[in-house]
């Protein structure tokens, strides 16, 4: 009889602990969705890429409305995702913007990580401000109906960037071109705007040669 009501408490004790693990789980993924209504940091990172990205015309102001959810439906219908307006998983990591564990959200710091070795294989023994304009590039062709509107989606482009195809991109990275990353990431723009550069030494495509010229920082051209 004991050994009944041992067993008894040791399945109740298990019932309970399994309960507790799915409300976690569960509560976990709802914390990492964001839909209308939710407010914060996370909102405005949201926010920001949205509009940065062309989707979003309102203000960036970490509250998530009408317009906002229209602006992620946008986006979710424009990158192959349920257009249900709710910033998920899925949207978030098309976005950039990846959940932690407890279901919070944090800059998704793979854009860094891509972006500067895109940089060092491109730009490596540049000055540094032509490090940025790099960067500043590949972050103007995100926002240009031209060009992918994801950063890996225009560094890996088709014939976008040399080094992808010849083994440069896989080198090791130079600590300067993290630094140059973040800066491009934020907002800093050396090359006035260009989605083009190339190196006049190497350049054999009478095309490129065809393209406005804005300006020129070390070794390369930057142009429209």
Not at 48 to 62: E, H
Not at 134 to 147: D, E, I, M
Not at 154 to 179: E, L
Not at 200 to 222: D, E, M, N
Request: aromatic letters at 10%; hydrophobic letters at 45%.
């Amino acid at each position: 009889m004991a050994n009944k009501k041992k067993l008894a408490a040791m399945l109740a004790v298990i019932f309970a602990l399994n309960l507790a693990f799915i409300f976690v789980a569960q509560t976990r993924a709802e914390a990492a969705t964001y839909r209308r209504g939710s407010t914060g940091s996370v909102v405005k990172q949201i926010q920001t890429k949205l509009k940065q990205w062309g989707y979003l015309t309102g203000t960036v102001d970490g509250v998530f409305g009408s317009k906002t959810e229209a602006a992620v439906k946008a986006f979710q219908k424009k990158n192959g995702l349920t257009a249900d307006g709710a910033a998920g998983p899925a949207t978030l990591s098309k976005m950039g913007i990846a959940s932690s564990s407890g279901g919070a959200a944090t800059a998704y710091s793979g854009d860094v990580n891509l972006l500067a070795r895109l940089i060092s294989a491109e730009a490596r023994g540049e000055p540094y401000r032509g490090q940025v304009a790099v960067g500043a590039v590949v972050l103007n062709r995100v926002k240009h109906p031209s060009f992918p509107n994801t950063m890996s989606g225009v560094i890996y482009q088709k014939n976008a960037f040399t080094c992808v195809d010849d083994g440069q991109f896989n080198q090791p990275v130079a600590d300067s071109a993290y630094q140059a990353a973040r800066e491009a990431i934020n907002g800093s723009d050396p090359s006035g705007g260009a989605i083009y550069y190339f190196n006049p030494a190497t350049a054999t495509s009478a095309w490129i040669w065809s393209r406005p010229l804005l300006l020129v920082i070390g070794k390369h051209r930057f142009c429209m």
